[in-house]
């Protein structure tokens, strides 16, 4: 028994690698967690490329369990969330896939950033309950794509980079880096740095029709960007976005 973790890229079907195609084509059941209505159109993007590259696969769909999002204690509430959504992936696994058979999970961006997959497969072998393989295909990332976008480098000249979350950021600017990639922001923690001389590339749903791009000197377009976000939040229902932040030395 083998489970193919692939990375789809960030939006565009069209991201998906030569070598991401390959491994479709290898697999005989695809396994996907279910998010609700308000976020379709992520199963959708999926059921666009398995019809382009896999028709008539046999896809398998379990409901993602909610995540306390109010926890104070956070790590916590992410430890139970993965524990409760292992459940649910090893129940799909355990009743799907026959032993000689290959199983895969299409995983938005790239399975090595800020994706939990990996984790959860690694957690239901160390259970016991299940003996299997696990192969990574690496993806567009989000963060890859933003920069594509906005035609800039991640990185200056001879300097490091950190990609951190919101959580984070809201904390405090990390030490050491003026370029720092921030993903899972759920409250605009780049607002808490308007004081920087500093500017931000953001996009969201990056690779899809509705694609949104703002780039400027920090302090003169954060409000803009809380405004083209909570418009999209509204009209959707959901956000998935992503920016850099470059602080300057003039």
């Given at each position: 028994?083998?489970?193919?973790v692939?990375g ?6 069209e991201?998906?690698t030569?070598q ?18 308000v ?12 019809e382009?590259?896999?028709p ?5 769909v ?10 104070s ?12 959504r ?5 129940g ?8 000689d ?12 950033l ?12 160390e ?9 990574v295909?690496p993806?567009i990332s989000?963060?890859s ?9 991640l ?24 370029d ?6 759920a ?21 899809t ?12 377009v ?7 976000r ?6 959707k229902g ?11 030395h003039?």
């Amino acid at each position: 028994m083998e489970i193919l973790v692939i990375g789809i890229g960030a939006g565009d079907p069209e991201y998906l690698t030569v070598q991401g195609v390959r491994a479709i084509e290898r697999a005989d059941v695809f396994f996907v967690l279910d998010k609700g209505e308000v976020k379709q159109e992520l199963v959708e993007l999926r059921t666009e490329i398995l019809e382009r590259y896999a028709p008539g696969a046999k896809v398998v769909v379990g409901r993602d369990p909610e995540r306390d999002r109010g926890s104070s204690a956070y790590v916590e509430s992410v430890d139970d969330w993965r524990r409760r959504r292992g459940d649910v992936c090893a129940g799909m696994i355990a009743r799907e896939l026959e032993p000689d058979q290959v199983g895969a999970f299409l995983v938005w961006g790239d399975p090595s950033l800020y994706d939990s997959t990996l984790a959860i497969l690694d957690d239901l072998l160390e259970r016991g309950e299940l003996e299997f393989g696990i192969e990574v295909i690496p993806g567009i990332s989000s963060v890859s794509a933003l920069a594509a976008k906005h035609r800039v480098g991640l990185n200056q000249v001879g300097k490091p980079i950190q990609v951190t979350t919101g959580r984070r950021l809201e904390e405090n600017w990390p030490d050491g880096v003026d370029d720092v990639v921030v993903m899972l922001d759920a409250r605009t923690a780049f607002t808490a740095h308007t004081d920087q001389d500093a500017d931000i590339y953001w996009g969201a749903y990056l690779g899809t029709p509705d694609e949104l791009l703002v780039a400027g000197k920090l302090s003169e377009v954060a409000g803009e960007i809380e405004q083209v976000r909570a418009e999209a939040r509204e009209r959707k229902g959901w956000i998935m976005d992503t920016y850099l932040l470059r602080r300057n030395h003039r």
